[in-house]
Structure formats: structure tokens, C-alpha cells
Antibody
Framework: EVQLVESGGGLVQPGGSLRLSCAASGFTFSSYEMNWVRQAPGKGLEWVSYISSSGSTIYYADSVKGRFTISRDNAKNSLYLQMNSLRAEDTAVYYC???????????WGQGTLVTVSS | QSVLTQPPSASGTPGQRVTISCSGSSSNIGSNTVNWYQQLPGTAPKLLIYSNNQRPSGVPDRFSGSKSGTSASLAISGLQSEDEADYYCAAWDDSLNGPRHVFGTGTKVTVL
């Protein structure tokens, strides 16, 4: 059974940092592209970042470029999101999602809440 | 900010057919496949339709998708109470600043 479990969320002050993790199981992690998607309270879905299966290709949304860093460790079946210079508008539930066929997200984690507030 | 436009809400009585539109541009829907996600209250999104009109295993056949030009649509026929949820279209966008994944603004479906 495919499972994606996010962790690392919490309350952080503006300007602070946080590292999210996504533990994958039930599939060959190293064969799949992965993404982070977030959802602010009461709002819609917003794509954050993409990483290829090998980690060699990475994309970011303009809203996080230069502040967030996506990475993966295929030996540990894990995906990460390092978030720096956090702002109030980064407050959201962050989901990791497996991408299939270079197009769609077929499995999602349960999400982890990040709250940026003083 | 979303670049795919959806109506904020849609509704119907049980058994009715509901259609949700998704309007994009040549850089996203016009050149890439469209996927649809269902998000039940308090849960993570779930893949509903992929590659414009394909249903993953386990998705009822009352859900169907289509695409024409720079627009797509999701139809729910035989609406059921458990279909009450938020629905999002999505596609990759070949922007000048580099590829990005874009979601629709979301449509809340209410079963009357």
C-alpha cells in the first residue's frame, strides 16, 4: 500500500525556518517524481515545488523561489522541504504528492500544518 | 494565484447531473493534459480524473472528464450525497519562467 506521511510542521515566527519531511513507503520511491502542494486555511490548492526522481531537476513556484529548497534522499525514501524566511502568507497545510506519468498526483499525504505567526 | 478559472460553486439534487468548467490558456490546458481532484471536508485531495478523461481504479463511472482547446470540464452524473466536496482542476503550465503546476480556483459542490 502506498503511503506518504508528512512531518515537521508547527508554529514558527516570521523570518524563521522549518524543515518538512515526507516518508514514503509501499512503492519504489526512487522511480517517482515528487511535489509539495500547500493549502492556506479556507483557501484552494497551491503548487509549491517539484523534484525529479533523481533530484536533478527542480522547479519552484514564484511565491517561494529563493526561500524554499526541495530535496530528496532516495536511500531513505524521503522527501524534504526546507523553508526559510517564512512569512505569514506561508501558513498552510503542506502536502507531499507523488507524481505519475509526468502529469498527475496519484497519491497524497495527510498533510502537515505550518503556522507562521508571532 | 490560480491561473485556471472554475465557478466557485455548483449544486444539484440527488440523481441530477452537475458540470464544472475549468478555463485556462494555451500554455496550460491548451498544451498539457488536465487532471481533476476531489477534496472531501477535512481530508487530503484525491485524484478523480487524469489525462483529461481517465478514471483511476475505484472512481465511480458517474464521474467523467473532457477537454477542448483551452478548457476542460468535469461532469458528475447521478449526483450522490457523498459527492459533496471541493473539486479542483489542474495542469502543468509551460510558462516563460519555467514549468509550473497550476490548480484551478476550486468549485464547491453542494447536494441539495
Amino acid at each position: 500500500e502506498v503511503q506518504l506521511v508528512e512531518s515537521g510542521g508547527g508554529l514558527v515566527q516570521p523570518g524563521g525556518s522549518l524543515r518538512l519531511s515526507c516518508a514514503a513507503s509501499g512503492f519504489t520511491f526512487s522511480s517517482y517524481e515528487m511535489n509539495w502542494v500547500r493549502q492556506a486555511p479556507g483557501k484552494g490548492l497551491e503548487w509549491v515545488s517539484y523534484i525529479s526522481s533523481s533530484g536533478s531537476t527542480i522547479y519552484y513556484a514564484d511565491s517561494v523561489k529563493g526561500r524554499f529548497t526541495i530535496s530528496r534522499d532516495n536511500a531513505k525514501n524521503s522527501l524534504y522541504l526546507q523553508m526559510n524566511s517564512l512569512r505569514a502568507e506561508d501558513t498552510a497545510v503542506y502536502y507531499c504528492a507523488r507524481e505519475d506519468d509526468g502529469s498527475y498526483y496519484d497519491y497524497w499525504g495527510q498533510g502537515t500544518l505550518v503556522t507562521v505567526s508571532s | 494565484q490560480s491561473v485556471l478559472t472554475q465557478p466557485p460553486s455548483a449544486s444539484g439534487t440527488p440523481g441530477q447531473r452537475v458540470t464544472i468548467s475549468c478555463s485556462g490558456s494555451s500554455s496550460n490546458i491548451g498544451s498539457n493534459t488536465v487532471n481533476w481532484y476531489q477534496q472531501l471536508p477535512g481530508t487530503a485531495p484525491k485524484l478523480l480524473i487524469y489525462s483529461n478523461n481517465q478514471r483511476p481504479s475505484g472512481v465511480p463511472d458517474r464521474f467523467s472528464g473532457s477537454k477542448s482547446g483551452t478548457s476542460a470540464s468535469l461532469a458528475i452524473s447521478g449526483l450522490q450525497s457523498e459527492d459533496e466536496a471541493d473539486y479542483y482542476c489542474a495542469a502543468w503550465d509551460d510558462s516563460l519562467n519555467g514549468p509550473r503546476h497550476v490548480f484551478g480556483t476550486g468549485t464547491k459542490v453542494t447536494v441539495l
